[in-house]
């Protein structure tokens, strides 16, 4: 399976964007999704991730109340809408095939990566 992550850009603090990570088949449909990022000069951090049925979410702290994770089972696609963006926010944003259907926050709980998207919040 093959995730293409997509939405990422320039916006100013405040703004808004919504990601999408699009797998190229529903082998993603029974596992968990999830985000992480990497800013530059930085470690890649968890993001969000959410279970396969969409019924359970977590969310990083610097996330909570800002970001939504969701997806589409039918259209294989996971989505991040991220709110009131700020400076801290830039980095590249990976989209991520969980191994279990289950949420998690460690990068070792998942086996595929997407290519990234890069976002850039200016103050």
């Known amino acids: 399976v093959q995730l293409q992550a997509s939405g990422g850009g320039l916006v100013q603090a405040g703004g808004s964007l919504k990601l999408s990570c699009a797998a190229s088949?529903?082998?993603?449909?029974?596992?968990?999704m999830g985000w992480f990022r990497q800013a530059p000069g930085k470690e890649r951090e968890f993001v969000a991730s959410?279970?396969?049925?969409?019924?359970?979410?977590l969310y990083a702290d610097s996330a909570k109340g800002r970001f939504t994770v969701s997806r589409d089972r039918a259209k294989n696609t996971v989505y991040l809408q991220m709110n009131v963006l700020k400076p801290e926010d830039t980095a590249i944003y990976y989209c991520?095939?969980?191994?279990?259907?289950?949420?998690?926050?460690?990068?070792?709980?998942?086996?595929?990566w997407g290519q990234g998207t890069l976002v850039t919040v200016s103050s």
């Open positions: 991520a095939h969980g191994r279990s259907s289950g949420i998690s926050s460690r990068a070792n709980g998942y086996v595929r």
């Open positions: 088949d529903r082998t993603v449909s029974n596992n968990a």
């Open positions: 959410i279970s396969w049925n969409g019924g359970d979410t």
